[in-house]
Nanobody
Framework: QVQLVESGGGLVQAGGSLRLSCVAS????????MGWYRQAPGKQRDLVAT???????NYADSVKGRFTISRDNAKNTVYLQMISLKPEDTAVYYC??????????WGKGTLVTVST
């Protein structure tokens, strides 16, 4: 059974930092593309960042230079390091997994709130 469990969300002041973690179970982690999406209140879910099995990363323009995605295959974990946070980064952040057969899975999300 595939599970994605996020942690690390919380309340932070603008300019602060947070690191999100997502532990994956089920499947072969090292073969999967992993990523983070976010959904702000009243808005659609948008891509934040992805990382392939080979380590290639992709970022939304709005987070380039501030967010870094990484993975630890030995721990079945993907991370999102976020610095210089802005109020507009406030959202529920979802962990994402895509298998080699293009099956997609989602975590339940972790809330990040950035105050002014």
């Amino acid at each position: 059974q595939v599970q994605l469990v996020e942690s690390g969300g919380g309340l932070v002041q603008a300019g602060g930092s947070l690191r999100l973690s997502c532990v994956a179970s089920g499947g072969i982690f090292r073969l999967n593309t992993m990523g983070w999406y976010r959904q702000a209140p009243g808005k659609q879910r948008d891509l934040v960042a992805t990382i392939t099995s080979g380590g290639t990363t992709n970022y939304a323009d709005s987070v380039k230079g501030r967010f870094t995605i990484s993975r630890d295959n030995a721990k079945n974990t993907v991370y999102l390091q976020m610095i210089s946070l802005k109020p507009e980064d406030t959202a529920v952040y979802y962990c994402y997994k895509r298998t080699i057969t293009n099956t997609e899975y989602w975590g339940k999300g972790t809330l990040v709130t950035v105050s002014t």
